[in-house]
């Protein structure tokens, strides 16, 4: 298998899409073949490049539930020219399809990444997750080899991300799949705050020693805390140009108030993440 990324955390708003956007365009530009699915009902990771998901709803070959019957369905080339970019979009019965009563659902993405051989089409398949712990949850981990979770650096986050990694190690060891990497991303980082500098240094000092006691699954994977993404207006201005972070700080810089350093900077940061991630 190549690297296969599920980006979850049952908690919303922590960054899971803009990380599937900044982690797509920074392994494009590394000459990759990447595939983004977006495997959340409300479908933002769709919505980020100006798709609307309402198109891809009913009987139709790029209707994402069609995983749940087995059956094929096309991507959208989302890339500029000379890149392989593409996105298998989702759409809002993505949340219904999975309550319904079908037989082995939770192996649904897995089956159907094997069946059409996603791994040898694609050097990196990068997953967005809805913002809970279910049965498309459940599909994205057992199909993936990585997983990246996103945290937000803020006090009350600790318990609710104990809780994700709880339930992902019992869909791990449940379905006894083992995973590569864990990759834990401190995001939206304020180091003026001191709630949100105490908080980056708990999920630093504990979160591996937590692991390691409660989660002997997960423990048999690479674990990494990576460097804090700090919080900046880049983040959601290149959503309002349906671009990822990293695209709008290298190819449209001259849109961002951000000065050439700073922008410098936080480029090399997200690199320096999506290296250590997929090396
Ligand atoms: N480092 C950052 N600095 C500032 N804003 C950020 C940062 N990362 C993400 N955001 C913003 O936070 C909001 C939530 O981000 P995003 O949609 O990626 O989270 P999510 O975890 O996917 O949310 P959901 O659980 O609803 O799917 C967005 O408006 C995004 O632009
Ligand atoms: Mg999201």
Redesign the pocket.
């Known amino acids: 298998m190549g690297n296969v990324i599920t980006?979850a955390?049952q908690?919303?708003?922590?960054?899971?899409?803009?990380?599937?956007?900044y982690f797509a365009d920074i392994c494009v530009s590394m000459g990759k073949k990447v595939l983004l699915i977006d495997f959340?009902p409300?479908a933002?990771?769709t919505k980020?490049f100006g798709l609307n998901p309402e198109l891809f709803e009913g009987v139709n070959e790029g209707n994402i539930c069609n995983i749940f019957k087995q059956e094929s369905v096309s991507v959208i080339n989302v890339g500029d020219e000379d890149e392989v970019l593409h996105l298998m979009p989702s759409n809002r019965e993505l949340g219904i399809v999975g309550q319904g009563n079908i037989i082995g659902k939770d192996l649904m993405l897995r089956k159907f990444m094997k069946k059409n051989r996603l791994s040898d089409v694609y050097d990196v398949i990068i997953i967005?997750?809805?913002?809970k712990f279910d049965t498309m949850t459940i599909n994205t981990i057992l199909a993936s080899n990585i997983i990246v979770t996103?945290v937000v650096t803020s006090k009350d986050e600790q318990e609710g991300l104990h809780g994700f990694f709880k339930n992902t190690e019992e869909t791990l060891s449940t379905f006894d799949h083992s995973i590569k990497k864990m990759v834990i991303i401190p995001?939206?980082?304020n180091k003026s705050t001191k709630v949100s500098k105490e908080y980056l240094s708990i999920i630093q000092e504990d979160t591996i020693p937590f692991l390691k006691e409660e989660c002997p699954t997960i423990s048999e994977a690479e674990m990494l805390v990576t460097s804090p993404?700090?919080?900046?207006?880049?983040?959601?201005d290149?959503?309002s140009y349906n671009l990822s972070?990293y695209k709008y700080l290298t190819m449209y810089s001259s849109e961002s108030s951000m000065k050439k350093d700073k922008r410098e900077k936080l480029v090399s940061l997200l690199e320096e993440i999506v290296n250590s991630v997929i090396k």
């Not at 908690?11 to 956007?21: E, F, L, N, P, W």
């Not at 967005?128 to 913002?131: F, L, S, V």
Request: hydrophobic fraction near 30%; charge should be positive.
């Open positions: 980006v955390n908690k919303g708003g922590v960054a899971k899409t803009a990380t599937c956007r959340d409300q933002s990771l980020g967005d997750n809805n913002p996103p995001s939206r980082y993404v700090p919080e900046k207006v880049a983040f959601p290149a959503s972070v």
